[in-house]
């Protein structure tokens, strides 16, 4: 959610580019040292759970055609949210 708030409303972010990141976060490791295994299991979370429940939310776009991803003006809102809720536990 963080890393999604730092692209601009109406910018379309592919969701491989995104998994890539999302797990590279997960593991601590760069996006391009993430194995392919590693990707599928944080692609297919993503398309499966995350980006439909986000975009029922009005959080993202989620083209799951194209599988792109494009935030809208309320995701800065859940970003700062998710930060403020790591800081309470």
Do not use: W
């Not at 989620?62 to 309470?88: E, G, I």
Request: glycine share 4%; aromatic share 8%.
């Amino acid at each position: 959610m963080e890393y999604l708030s730092l692209f601009c409303r109406d910018e379309c972010v592919e969701v491989r580019h995104l998994a890539r990141i999302v797990r590279g976060i997960e593991l601590s490791e760069p996006p391009r040292q993430i194995g392919s295994k590693e990707y599928e299991s944080a692609y297919n979370g993503l398309i499966q759970t995350h980006l439909p429940k986000l975009a029922a939310h009005g959080v993202v776009e989620y083209n799951d055609t194209r599988k792109t991803v494009t935030p809208t003006s309320r995701v800065r809102q859940y970003a700062l949210l998710a930060q403020f809720a790591r800081y309470l536990r």
